[in-house]
């Protein structure tokens, strides 16, 4: 089960850290990482981590704002997100997927409830 906190409401400019409680996950999947859905708009893929090498993915729209990373342990996943703009609103899934084709596409097939970020 993969359970995200820390979203909430900031001022555009600000930074917010969300978290994924993903235990177990980094080992049996070939990537995880984070997408968001605003209302009316489609998923959109926002980071990615492969699990195999480490290696890291951005979206466009995020990188240079946006950092993923995970604990030591690799049982909790992050996503740092600096300059916030109000287009990042915006609930945030921290998901994965077994299949390396999906993950190269940052496209996940397992998720979890999401965390809302507002950014006004």
């Known amino acids: 089960q993969l359970v995200e906190s820390g979203g909430g409401s900031v001022q555009a400019g600000g930074s917010l850290r969300v978290s994924c409680a993903a235990s177990?996950?980094?080992?049996?999947?070939?990537?995880i990482g984070w997408f968001r859905q605003a209302p009316g708009k489609e998923r959109e893929g926002v980071a990615v981590?492969?699990?195999?090498?480490?290696?890291?993915r951005y979206a466009a729209s995020v990188n240079g704002r946006f950092t993923i990373s995970q604990d030591n342990a690799k049982t909790t996943l992050y996503l740092q997100m600096n300059s916030l703009k109000p287009e990042d609103t915006a609930m945030y899934y921290c998901?994965?997927?077994?299949?390396?084709?999906?993950?190269?596409?940052?496209?996940?097939?397992?998720w979890g409830q999401g965390t809302q970020v507002t950014v006004s």
């Open positions: 998901a994965t997927n077994d299949e390396l084709d999906g993950c190269l596409k940052m496209d996940f097939d397992y």
């Open positions: 177990g996950y980094f080992y049996r999947t070939s990537c």
């Open positions: 981590v492969y699990n195999r090498g480490g290696k890291t």
